[in-house]
């Protein structure tokens, strides 16, 4: 099984500043199929990448994600409000398919 | 627009089986894989397992031995059973279309495993 580590664990940021979020993979990531999801409370997941890089329909352009192999990267440009939730990756290119532990993006 | 909406008992008993429904619309379950993933309250997100539409099957294996994922395509509907349930199965559990990147989401359930 692949264990995700996602880093930090909280992330205290301010609106317009950047973020980067970390997911780092105990092994390689087939095919480099790593998504990663924005979960607000009390909703289910929104899906914002897929295959480690593309962006989800209707999601903004100031979320892009990076890397290959066992480490990636989500990136946020400039956080708006609605920004400071929970977010997780997720890798689907082994089974049994396994999320990160989640990082918490908050206002400082 | 694809919408699931999962359905089912909010409480279960310590032993019993938790079984959950999910009703699809906006798609048909052909030709598509179809996928149940819990989050205790609090906690993060763990893939139960998938479907394909002829019937074949992919379960996490921690949980394998007491899960069936079944589909009626007639309905639009696939389900979940999980089986010897304790206080642990206690999450949200949420429905959704794909086996890899999810989406599409039900907007969840909470079974509550207590007596």
Same mark, same amino acid.
């Not at chain 1, 480490?71 to 939730?85: A, K, Y």
């Not at chain 2, 694809?2 to 089912?8: P, Y």
């Given at each position: 099984?692949?264990?995700l580590t996602?880093?930090?664990g909280t992330l205290s940021l301010s609106p317009g500043e950047r973020a980067t979020l970390s997911c780092r993979a105990s092994q390689s990531v087939s095919s480099n199929y790593l998504a990663w999801y924005q979960q607000k409370p009390g909703q289910a997941p929104r899906l914002l990448i897929y295959g480690a =890089?593309?962006?989800a329909t209707g999601i903004p352009d100031r979320f892009s994600g990076s890397g290959s192999g066992t480490?990636? /990267?989500? /990136?946020? =440009?400039?956080?708006?409000?609605?920004?400071?939730?929970m977010y997780y990756c997720q890798q689907y290119g082994n089974s049994p398919l396994t999320f990160g532990g989640g990082t918490k993006v908050e206002i400082k | 627009q694809? %919408?699931? %909406?999962?359905?089912?008992p909010g409480l279960v008993k310590p032993s019993e089986t938790l079984s959950l429904t999910c009703t699809v619309s906006g798609s048909f379950i052909n030709n598509y894989y179809w996928s149940w993933i819990r %989050?205790?309250?609090?906690?993060?997100?763990?893939?139960?397992?998938?479907i394909y539409y002829s019937g074949s099957t @992919?379960? @996490?294996?921690?949980?394998?031995?007491?899960?069936?994922?079944?589909?009626d395509s007639s309905k639009n509907q696939f389900s979940l059973k999980l089986n010897s349930v304790t206080a642990a199965d206690t999450a949200v559990y949420y429905c959704t279309r794909g086996s890899g990147w999810y989406?599409?989401?039900g907007q969840g359930t909470l079974v509550t495993v207590s007596s």
């Open positions: 099984e692949i264990v996602q880093s930090p =890089s593309s962006r480490d990636f /990267t989500l /990136t946020i =440009s400039r956080l708006e409000p609605e920004d400071f939730v | 694809v %919408q699931l %909406q999962e359905s089912g %989050q205790p309250p609090g906690k993060g997100l763990e893939w139960i397992g998938y @992919n379960y @996490n294996p921690s949980l394998k031995s007491r899960v069936t994922i079944s589909v989406a599409y989401w």
